[in-house]
């Protein structure tokens, strides 16, 4: 509220904050943050007791029921390691939610989905700064991701058993060295094209966000390029 001008100071902020309903502050790594005024608020008398009391109460008893203040062992999920989160069952779960998740916009001559039936004998080119580079696949607050179990485009593709070529065209996502010649001739050859775009962490964060919704970079000059 502060940064959007709604308000002036922290304790202004920890006043409208614990009076509209406010029990959580996330500040991770600031030492002075709004919370720390409420003391201050409550002595002025901008914010009741009881107020207080009102908030807290979910609060801790969210985090009773999460098991926060019980000890380890009586926690069920201490004892889980990759064993289990990435057993087969959990993966093939994660699977089905990616594939029902997908969003397709459109479908020119039922081109998709692509089955390995199909793909035996044909020269498939995967190309863009999101073809085979794991780190730029997670998003924002993403989990730390063991690197064997991440499947970019391209291995994704390999494991079909597909004649695969592969070109970045550039090697990260804004894209300012581009280079055609690698990407004319990786395309040229191919029987079907995958072009991977996109932004990534690298471009746009919480607290980083963008004017416009264009690909950066040469992204699109990639892109028009694998068309043609």
Request: proline share 6%.
């Amino acid at each position: 509220m502060l940064g959007h001008h709604y308000t002036r100071s922290f304790l202004e902020t920890a006043i409208a904050s614990v009076n509209a309903g406010c029990n959580l502050e996330v500040s991770y790594g600031m030492r002075n943050n709004v919370f720390m005024h409420i003391s201050q608020a409550l002595a002025m008398g901008n914010i009741t007791l009881q107020m207080l009391r009102d908030r807290v109460r979910p609060l801790f008893y969210t985090r009773m029921r999460l098991g926060e203040f019980d000890p380890p062992a009586m926690n069920p999920y201490s004892s889980l390691d990759l064993s289990v989160v990435q057993s087969p069952e959990h993966r093939n779960l994660s699977l089905e939610a990616a594939v029902k998740s997908f969003v397709l916009l459109k479908n020119v001559r039922g081109t998709l989905p692509l089955r390995a039936q199909d793909l035996s004998g044909q020269h498939l080119a995967v190309v863009g700064p999101f073809a085979d580079n794991p780190r730029v696949l997670f998003g924002d607050y993403a989990p730390v991701p063991e690197p064997q179990y991440i499947y970019t485009p391209r291995r994704g593709l390999e494991m079909l058993g597909a004649n695969v070529s592969f070109t970045a065209g550039c090697s990260e996502p804004w894209c300012r060295q581009y280079s055609r010649a690698d990407l004319v001739k990786v395309v040229g050859a191919a029987d079907v094209v995958l072009v991977c775009l996109g932004t990534g962490v690298d471009v746009e964060t919480e607290a980083k966000d963008r004017s416009d919704l264009s690909l950066p970079g040469h992204q699109l000059e990639l892109l028009q390029d694998a068309v043609q």
